[in-house]
């Protein structure tokens, strides 16, 4: 069995930030890839960044030099470092990990509204 916790979201400014945490932990090999997803209301969920075990990363348009994906693999915790957030960044961030098989976190909502 294997969990996924995150944590770090909440309400911020347009212009703010805010730090996303997911811990995996339970029976889980290796984890080859760690991603953040996000789904906003009426929308489909789509792919913020992804990380892999060696440090590759990749950020959907909407977000990159804004964003920052980063992991420790000897905590198999994953972060997302939100910057210059806009309102159209509101949605629910899903962690998102790949090892054997693939697991999803429960979501953590981010609102990004004055």
């Known amino acids: 069995q294997v969990q996924l916790v995150e944590s770090g979201g909440g309400l911020v400014q347009p212009g703010g930030s805010l730090r996303l945490a997911c811990a995996a932990s339970?029976?889980?090999?290796?984890?080859?890839?760690m991603a953040w997803y996000r789904q906003a209301p009426g929308k489909q969920r789509e792919l913020v960044a992804g990380?892999?075990?060696?440090?590759?990363?990749n950020y959907a348009d909407s977000v990159k030099g804004r964003f920052t994906i980063s992991r420790d693999n000897a905590k198999n915790t994953v972060y997302l470092q939100m910057n210059s957030l806009k309102p159209e960044d509101t949605a629910v961030y899903y962690c998102n990990v790949v090892s054997n098989m693939q697991y999803w976190g429960k979501g953590t909502l981010v609102t990004v509204s004055s």
């Open positions: 990380i892999t075990f060696g440090g590759s990363t």
């Open positions: 339970g029976s889980i090999f290796r984890i080859n890839v």
